[in-house]
């Protein structure tokens, strides 16, 4: 068994499409949906943990980037940099899953990635340029 924590992104002409249900019906995968929502380009953004047989969430993926659907691990693409982030807290009114939070002892804005869902909108609010998204 696999379980994958994943963002998937898909192009406006696929957001009213039955893609999850294509995944469990067909692929017999199970899934949580841990975020669902438009894009401010009108994407789809949905991040997804998927489980399901190694082979079965395989051809899943497959299927998936087949209907030109892009797949990223959860995370792995959005990091701080410690060096020029100053505190200013303009990324935690933006994040829509606490990622990014202030720790009220030390007033410093804590990055745990483990809750990032990559949506970037703190990449775009961060005034010295601080988060940033790896190609
Ligand atoms: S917006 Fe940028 S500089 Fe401000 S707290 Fe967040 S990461 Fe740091
Ligand atoms: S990309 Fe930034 S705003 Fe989005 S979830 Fe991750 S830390 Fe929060």
């Excluded at 696999?2 to 294509?22: C, E, G, M």
């Amino acid at each position: 068994m696999v379980s994958k924590r994943i963002v998937l992104t898909f192009p406006h002409k696929l957001v009213d499409k039955p893609i999850v249900y294509k995944l469990v019906k067909d692929f017999n995968l199970v899934f949580n949906i841990l975020q669902a929502r438009i894009t401010p380009k009108e994407e789809g953004l949905l991040v997804l943990e998927l489980t399901g047989k190694k082979e079965d969430y395989a051809d899943g993926i497959k299927y998936l980037t087949g209907l030109g659907v892009n797949i990223q691990p959860l995370s792995q693409d959005v990091t701080r940099d410690d060096l020029r982030c100053t505190h200013c807290g303009a990324c935690v009114t933006v994040c829509p899953t606490e990622a990014l939070y202030v720790d009220k002892k030390t007033m410093k804005v804590i990055f745990d990635n483990e809750k990032c869902i990559a949506c970037e909108l703190c990449v775009r609010a961060c005034p010295p340029r601080a988060m940033k998204v790896k190609f």
